[in-house]
RNA sequence: GCCCUGAUAGUGUAGUCUGGCCUAGCACAUAGCCCUGUCAAGGCUAUAACCCGGGUUCAAAUCCCGGUCAGGGCGCCA
């Protein structure tokens, strides 16, 4: 007997096989599609586990048939028959129910429906705004379900790995005290305390890190995290995190734990063996990579080669801080190719993109004569060039090289098809600076967050130079896209507070905003670390999708609105009044 | 705040570059009829659309201007 009978149905749509035959059934769900032959009808019954065929036949069942022939799509009906063997040509392979097939003896309509606006089908897909405001019809799509059962299936595999290592899963507050750094809160006003507001928790960092003071040695939470900035395919007001922190831990031992998880995860989910992460730099990265969020399923790597070109007559390189390249082998990009490189890198900031190509004998572009013999032979020698060799040079200050060329390579590797989609390259990202100078407010912004601890090593440039510190931080990159990071923390006051400083907030605003965590601290921590990993990115990755509503059950658009149920709306006088506000729209 | 792209029946699209052959094509859906073995059934028939406003032109789905909406990106997102 199925496990999922229930006082309506005796199986579900997706069980049944020739185990049953013979068997009085009762199934409830959709009408999936209707086939009406004039005289025998059939219905491919639908719920979330799959689609079993119904058979009315006049001749045995007239009144049944009869109320049949008025079903339409996604009628919900309840039937109960017999479990009939299929004739072997008449077996549908692509159905797990494919060798048998029901004769309805009693059908009973529970719900007629609505003609729907979208099609519970694979085969259509419709746009984003019909989709979301008709959200449990576009649910409905086996492809959806499918989304969703994997979703579960890799947060029961993530969970049962936490507890087996001993993490114990705590919940913390949603209603929090605004935060002065990073992304914007979305605040809620407090209806005891007029005038003041709770902030929704863009993670739950400072709970976490308290929860290890409080002696709880391993904890994980799978922690939704909100935040008032504006949307992206792969951002959305609110995301799940995989938090976690761990006592008495050095980052490596952070950082094997998590490398398990996710070989834990693919492994049961995906059946798939992940070899050991990479492990870069954040130098080493930016080195060859120009980001410090590689996706190291394809190679072109940037070339350094400043000193090597830099002795030439033009001017652009002459003068230019840093100058890279990449190496493109066997290149059959038409000049209109390299110009769509060249605009796109104008388009991303840089002045220019300079290209050479080597015919196996010699180097060819316009360019090429501003280089000295010397230069050129050196250049085909270090590089290794071959027949049909394409360089893209990029001179500029050292942001501007990275950050274009490192585009750029991925443009390439987009254009030239080098990413095999079923590949997942996950690696390390480690040593990031713990500050970066802040241009426009003239100070130092924490690069990661501001409680991330500095190395042994660096710790001593803390007030001389703050570009010098390194953190005990480490991020986590998949594909290309930044899974996670977490860091060491800093678990002396002191310590924090000389930090907090260093980014412009003084002893008293810090007392002030994080009086409570370094009050905390006062009373002895061991050290400890953690992470907070993103899970939307992960399972939508994990499915071949960039965009994260593709597994976030109610997704807000990119006006941060809910097409659906129509969020934000304006709300009434009376709890505007009892929250002491008052509205002041200004368009 | 800025940039880019798009908007055609219920849904998804073709047509727009190069104005006229568009009385707007196709698929799915919907309604009706035919059909007793289909299976994302088949056949026939029918219903149904050029986002809004202005302009250019003999003529606008098509070109121009303004707006609205949607999506993607930049900024922003420790």
């Known amino acids: ?91 549908n392979k692509n159905l797990k129910t494919g060798k048998i097939e029901i004769f309805a003896n009693k059908l009973e309509i529970i719900n007629k429906a609505k003609t729907p606006p979208i099609e519970i089908d694979d085969r259509i897909e419709p746009s984003e705004e019909i989709r979301l405001k008709y ?46 750094e990073g992304a914007r809160d979305y605040i809620v006003p407090s209806r005891v305390n007029p005038g003041k507001f709770y902030a929704l928790p863009q993670s739950p960092q400072l709970y976490k890190q308290i929860l290890m003071i409080s002696g709880f040695d391993r904890y994980y939470q799978f922690a939704r995290c909100l935040r008032d900035e504006d949307l992206r395919t792969d951002r959305q007001p609110e995301h799940t995190q995989l938090d976690l922190e761990i006592s008495c831990v050095t980052s490596e031992d952070i950082m094997n734990i998590v490398e398990n998880l996710y070989k834990d995860i693919f492994k049961k989910v995906l059946n798939k063996s992940l070899p050991k992460f990479i492990k870069l730099t954040y130098a080493e990265s930016i080195d060859k990579y120009g980001t410090d969020k590689p996706d190291l399923r394809f190679g072109l790597e940037l070339i350094n080669v400043t000193d090597l070109v830099k002795k030439s007559e033009f001017q652009v390189f002459k003068n230019a801080p840093l100058i890279k390249c990449v190496h493109l ?37 316009s360019i090429v004569k501003f280089f000295p013999e010397k230069t050129q032979k050196e250049l085909i020698k270090e590089l290794k060039l071959k027949k049909d060799s394409l360089l893209l040079f990029l001179a500029d200050d050292k942001e ?49 967050h501001i409680f991330s601890m500095p190395t042994q090593e660096t710790v001593k440039y803390l007030e001389k130079d703050p570009s010098k510190v390194i953190g005990d931080l480490y991020d986590i990159v998949l594909n290309g ?107």
């Open 481 to 587: 896209i930044e899974l996670g990071s977490g860091s060491i923390r800093i678990n002396k006051p002191e310590l924090q507070k000389k930090v907090l400083e260093v980014i412009g907030i003084p002893q008293k605003e810090a007392e002030e905003k994080f009086g409570f965590l370094l009050q905390a601290y006062e009373f002895a921590s061991v050290s400890h670390g953690g992470m907070g990993l993103g899970f939307d990115r992960l399972v939508a990755l994990m499915l071949g999708f960039n965009d994260i509503r593709e597994v976030i059950s109610f997704p807000k658009n990119k006006a941060a609105q809910c097409p659906m149920d129509s969020s934000p709306s304006s709300v009434d006088e009376k709890q505007l009044k009892d929250l002491h506000i008052k509205k002041n729209v200004v368009k």
């Open 329 to 365: 082998e066997k290149s059959k990009l038409s000049r209109k190719e390299v110009d769509s490189l060249i605009d796109l890198s104008i388009k991303e900031g840089a002045k220019g993109l300079a290209w050479m190509k080597y015919n196996g004998k010699a180097l060819e572009s």
């Open 135 to 180: 959200r449990y019809l576009d649910l409905r799509r086996p492809k959806m379900q499918k989304h969703f059962t994997f979703r579960h299936k890799v947060s029961q595999v993530a969970r049962e790995f936490m507890n087996n290592q001993k993490f114990i899963e705590i919940e913390t507050p949603l209603l929090v005290r605004a935060t002065p």
């Open 400 to 448: 501007v090289v990275n950050d274009v060329l490192s585009k750029i390579r991925t443009e390439l590797a987009n254009k030239l098809d080098l990413i095999d989609k079923k590949d997942f390259k996950f690696c390390w990202i480690t040593d990031f600076p713990l500050f970066s100078w802040n241009q426009e407010e003239n100070k130092w912004d924490a690069e990661h």
């Open 1 to 91: 007997m199925s496990s999922l009978k229930t006082s309506l149905r005796t199986h579900t749509c997706g069980e049944l096989t020739d185990k049953s035959i013979n068997k009085k059934i009762t199934l409830c769900g959709w009408v999936n599609t209707t086939r009406d032959h004039g005289g025998v009808i059939f219905i491919d019954l639908r719920d979330h586990y799959g689609l079993t065929q119904i058979v009315f036949d006049p001749k045995s069942n007239k009144e049944t048939h009869k109320i049949a022939e008025k079903l339409r799509r996604e009628d919900v009906i309840s039937i109960s028959g017999t479990v009939k063997s299929r004739k072997s040509g008449m077996i």
